[in-house]
């Protein structure tokens, strides 16, 4: 099928006569003819004032690749709108402890979902895939986090020194300040309040024990 067989099909899917879309296009009727019959070339600038009349592909027409039926404006910015929404699990009842850690129960999260654009430039958010938001309970971390407050988390994310981490041990969450030294595998897990004790992962039964669950990536700030 050559691009007038093409222009032709799609003529007639939207119903046009080849008077009615000369019209359109102003210019003659003769024209749409001589381009169906094969006798002029379909040019790509013509292809394209063709596409927004029948709402057809201009590729198509102009190649056969690709779909004819070229998507709505609406149709468009609702993929657009789906590729700029991240869900996030948002875990209710899980908290992870800034004092003397919280036992957690096994729950399924809720789905939020958030504009891309606002993770991204608002709370400098740069990886969607695996963000959960859980809430902090105590205040071995004043003055940076407080009671109460909601942490975004990257879960599995590679900690580095200084990161805000979550801390599994032993079934109780923890959020911490990681500190590590280079080349050792032992590490610590600081409070920021002075009135807390660090917890130092100084052995490998502790080391067994403990697991970074992810690393915070932004908090929820309560007023």
Same mark, same amino acid.
């Given at each position: ?19 009615? %879309?000369? &019209?359109? @296009? +102003? ?6 003819? !001589? $381009? ?82 606002? %993770?991204? &430039?608002? @709370? +400098? ?6 963000? !959960? $938001? ?84 932004? &908090?929820?700030?309560?007023?």
């Amino acid at each position: 099928m050559n691009a007038g067989q093409r222009l032709k099909e799609a003529r007639k899917i939207r119903g046009y006569t080849q008077s009615d %879309l000369g &019209k359109r @296009l +102003g210019v003659e009727w003769t024209k749409i003819k !001589d $381009i169906e019959a094969g006798k002029l070339i379909l040019h790509a600038d013509f292809a394209e004032k063709i596409e927004n009349i029948l709402s057809v592909s201009g590729w198509w027409l102009l190649t056969g690749k690709g779909a004819m039926l070229a998507q709505s404006s609406q149709e468009k910015n609702s993929r657009e709108d789906q590729n700029n929404v991240v869900s996030l699990n948002f875990y209710d009842n899980i908290y992870a402890s800034a004092g003397y850690g919280a036992i957690n129960d096994h729950i399924q999260p809720t789905k939020m979902d958030f504009d891309r654009n606002f %993770l991204e &430039k608002v @709370l +400098g958010i740069k990886k969607f895939d695996r963000l !959960d $938001i859980i809430r902090v309970v105590g205040d071995s971390m004043l003055p940076s986090i407080r009671d109460g407050e909601y942490m975004i988390l990257e879960s599995g994310a590679n900690a580095k020194n200084g990161d805000t981490v979550i801390a599994n041990i032993k079934g109780e969450l923890y959020i911490k300040r990681l500190s590590k030294t280079p080349f050792q595998k032992w590490f610590r897990l600081e409070s920021e309040n002075a009135e807390y004790q660090h917890i130092d992962i100084d052995s490998n039964e502790k080391l067994e024990a403990c697991s970074i669950v992810g690393v915070v990536r932004c &908090k929820i700030k309560l007023y």
